[in-house]
């Protein structure tokens, strides 16, 4: 063989003379040997170079055919070029991790499922086993534990984080302590998976969270794996960081929504009930069926005294969604702080008018007053509507009236001036409170006709006789049949009715007899 100055840099036992098997590597040897029965090397040279390490570092081998039938082998350092190469290649693979991992983390906002997922990925990807760890509940430690392999497995550990270097640190969110500064030894027993081994490298970074920690993350490798790099550790650090924000989000979402059913339980409608001898009945139905509160509420507050009347409200405030039911339970509210002096509706309604004036609000709200007491078998009411819809009476013959009241709507302006008028229910008649949505519903066979007051008066005529939880429920479902699936305002029905009683016969002949529901 013959080499060039370079090559006998390279090869130095490449002396001329030499057999190729003595001084080539062997990757080189063979290729040679696998081409020299046919000495065809244009297509090969040109399309499929070789390749292969001298010396730690790596070379492309070109073959070129002479004309006295010899091989002439160029061989081209190819190292920092692969090198490159391999660089791209791993941060690719990180980069599409990362996005695989954003988008597994974000396809949930509950918090245990995030912690799972995040120890489940970061074991099968980044160590042997790992531990996702959020901030401490009281005393108590909420840990989920993956081995590489296994599920996740949730723990509370009731423990102090400070024990272990660079722990409390990081679930305080403060800077990563270096790999190389934790003594595996110093694990604790609750850190070390069941079945694990000895420890060989330890990685603790934080999981940085919108504002505030989200926990940490612990990476776990055994004793006879590789250390963690440096390179690696900054990767972990950007995984915590998708992680973090996914947690935290999962921690947002789960504290707004238990707030939001604290304010919800307070907002929503309540269930109504026989309340002194009379019956009351209420359905609601806001304007989207994925919300549960809107503009339209009603309210029914017992009398404090036996006897009196207990005050039925039922109201509709301009607009719908959240921001009417905000103002749906100031008035609920106002209301509410009014009923000293239930039994003087006119007062009550300037008073809540003037609350609303003074509160700089730009929305109105109608409603009604009602107030029902017993009266031996009947029900007596008084009734006041503030630019309302007037209450329907349902007799018992099928009859259905316009209850004689009107007056202004409050929120808008300095008086609101309304007329009171009472009625009597003899047992098994009802007085209906209804809302808007209710006669504006639009549909039927165009879609485009309004469900009206005449078609609720005559469906409240066939209603008569029946208990106030039937006539409610029996109008919700007409309406929303005549709505099919279009849109809608908020919907709400409160019936008043009066019980059908039965005489109990006078004992001995000497008493009057009772009446009784």
């Known amino acids: 063989m013959q080499c060039n100055d370079a090559a006998q840099i390279l090869l130095p036992a490449a002396l001329p003379g030499t057999p190729l098997a003595d001084v080539a590597p062997g990757w080189l040897f063979a290729a040679h040997e696998a081409m020299r029965p046919t000495g065809a090397t244009a297509a090969h040279d040109a399309d499929t170079p070789l390749s292969g390490g001298i010396d730690g570092r790596r070379f492309e081998a070109h073959p070129s055919a002479r004309a006295d039938g010899t091989v002439a082998w160029w061989l081209v350092d190819d190292t920092d070029h692969q090198l490159a190469r391999d660089a791209l290649l791993m941060e690719r693979e990180r980069t599409a991790f990362l996005a695989k991992a954003s988008s597994t983390l974000l396809s949930s906002l509950n918090l245990g499922r995030c912690m799972d997922v995040t120890a489940q990925l970061a074991a099968e990807n980044l160590a042997d086993a790992a531990l996702a760890i959020a901030p401490a509940r009281g005393y108590r430690l909420p840990v989920v534990t993956c081995l590489r392999g296994g599920t996740p497995t949730t723990s509370q550990e009731t423990v102090d984080p400070d024990d272990v270097p660079g722990l409390g640190e990081a679930l305080r969110g403060f800077p990563p302590v270096p790999s190389r500064w934790i003594d595996p030894a110093c694990a604790p027993a609750w850190m070390i998976p069941d079945g694990f081994g000895p420890i060989g490298s330890i990685v603790i970074t934080p999981l940085p969270g919108h504002g505030v920690p989200a926990g940490a993350l612990v990476l776990l490798r055994k004793a006879d794996s590789a250390s963690f790099t440096d390179e690696e550790e900054v990767f972990a650090r950007l995984f915590a960081a998708r992680a973090g924000a996914a947690m935290s ?269």
């Open 249 to 517: 989000a999962a921690r947002l979402y789960a504290e707004q929504t238990a707030i939001t059913e604290v304010l919800m339980r307070e907002l929503l409608p309540p269930t109504l009930h026989q309340i002194a001898g009379v019956d009351f009945a209420g359905s609601y139905r806001p304007s989207a069926d994925h919300e549960r509160i809107g503009g339209d509420f009603y309210d029914v507050y017992p009398a404090t005294v036996e006897g009196e009347a207990s005050l039925v409200t039922l109201g509709d405030v301009c607009g719908k969604g959240l921001e009417a039911a905000v103002l749906t339970g100031k008035i609920r509210n106002t209301l509410h702080a009014l009923l000293p002096m239930a039994d003087d509706h006119q007062r009550m309604l300037t008073l809540l008018n003037t609350a609303l004036l003074n509160s700089h609000n730009t929305r109105f709200a109608t409603l009604v007053l009602a107030s029902a007491a017993r009266r031996g078998s009947n029900v007596e009411l008084r009734l006041t509507s503030a630019g309302h819809a007037k209450p329907l009476v349902i007799r018992a013959d099928g009859t259905v009236e316009e209850a004689d009241t009107c007056g202004r709507l409050v929120g808008v302006m300095p008086t609101v001036p309304a007329n009171t008028t009472t009625i009597t229910l003899a047992p098994g008649e009802s007085c209906i409170l209804y809302t808007d949505g209710i006669t504006e519903a639009h549909g039927g066979p165009l879609g485009d006709t309004q469900f009206g007051e005449e078609r609720l008066k005559r469906a409240l005529a066939g209603c008569a006789g029946m208990p106030s939880e039937g006539i409610v429920v029996h109008i919700q479902m007409l309406a929303s049949q005549w709505l099919g699936n279009r849109r809608h305002d908020d919907m709400a029905v409160v019936a008043i009715s009066a019980p059908r009683t039965h005489h109990l016969r006078a004992v001995d002949g000497h008493t009057r007899g009772r009446y009784t529901a």
